[in-house]
């Protein structure tokens, strides 16, 4: 029943694991919850792809896709509540109390990339994670085997890809994390933004992985509204507080953004 529901909503690949199938990493997250003791874990992709991009990365093209998980995680534990009122569910994306990428590659819904990335076969890397942890054992919910943890064949594209060198071993910093921190930045962080012309994020590891050569595009509408693919000054300078909160990148602050939109048209 979980599976149509989350069909409804543009979902296709989700699948259940039994509590025990999975690695707690954040195990207090699910034992603050008072009463609760979760059998099961119902784990979902969602898919983001929504056409390219010119200076930042694909997820951040779109509203902050954290809105997105968050209304639909109401929705779905809003339903499951309805038919199952003697049960608990409770969703999470993201800050997740389990090890979300290796549950989902033993859930059977894709391998764990060298990139770091769960690689489905539809969809690429171009997904995010949420899980439903309820009291109903992953049996009733048609869970029969666990898939085995398996990893990408190896093929290194995104290791050559990689600006900063931390794929192969050779850095320490990752450009995603650099255009996100606050302060200024040295000579180095600013060449390879520039290099990269990146104001925010960084695909290169993704967009070299063959997982994503024919990734399908989204069918969820939130993914292809309001899209910015490509940021500048202005469309930065005209989004009021409510629009900016509403972005990816709301959480450093807009003059995080600011500083690397201007360090890109400085050159
Ligand atoms: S680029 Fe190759 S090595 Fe890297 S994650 Fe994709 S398949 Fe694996
Ligand atoms: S996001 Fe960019 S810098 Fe970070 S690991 Fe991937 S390719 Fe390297």
């Keep these: 029943m979980y599976k149509k529901l989350l069909l409804d909503e543009g979902v296709e690949y989700a699948a259940a694991l039994p509590i025990l199938s999975v690695d707690l990493t954040r195990e207090y997250l699910l034992t603050r919850i008072e009463g609760f003791s979760p059998r099961a874990v119902i784990l979902f992709l969602v898919p983001y792809y929504a056409g390219e991009t010119e200076n930042l990365s694909r997820y951040a093209a779109s509203e902050d896709y954290h809105l997105y998980m968050r209304g639909l995680i109401d929705r779905m534990t809003t339903k499951l509540y309805n038919l199952y009122p003697e049960h608990q569910f409770h969703g999470f994306a993201d800050h997740s109390p389990i090890d979300e990428r290796a549950a989902a590659v033993r859930a059977g819904l894709g391998v764990l990339g060298r990139n770091g990335l769960l690689l489905n076969p539809t969809y690429g890397s171009y997904v995010f ?9 992953a049996e009733s919910l048609g869970f029969k085997e ?13 290791r050559r890809a990689c600006p900063t060198g931390i794929l192969r071993g050779e850095g320490d910093d990752c450009l995603s994390a650099i255009t996100q921190k606050k302060g200024s930045l ?45 940021l500048t000054l202005e469309l930065l300078d005209a989004m009021d507080d409510a629009s900016f909160s509403r972005r990816a990148y709301a959480w450093r602050g807009r003059e995080t953004v600011r500083r690397n939109l201007l360090l890109l048209s400085d050159t």
């Design 129 to 137: 994670l949420g899980e439903i942890f309820t009291d109903l054992t």
């Design 186 to 230: 040295d000579g180095r962080e600013i060449a390879l933004m520039r290099k990269t012309n990146t104001v925010w994020g960084c695909d290169l590891c993704q967009t070299a992985c063959p997982y994503n050569r024919n990734a399908r595009t989204t069918p969820i509408a939130f993914f292809h509204e309001n899209r910015t693919p490509h």
């Design 146 to 158: 666990e898939a085995p943890l398996r990893a990408c064949e190896d093929c290194g594209a995104c």
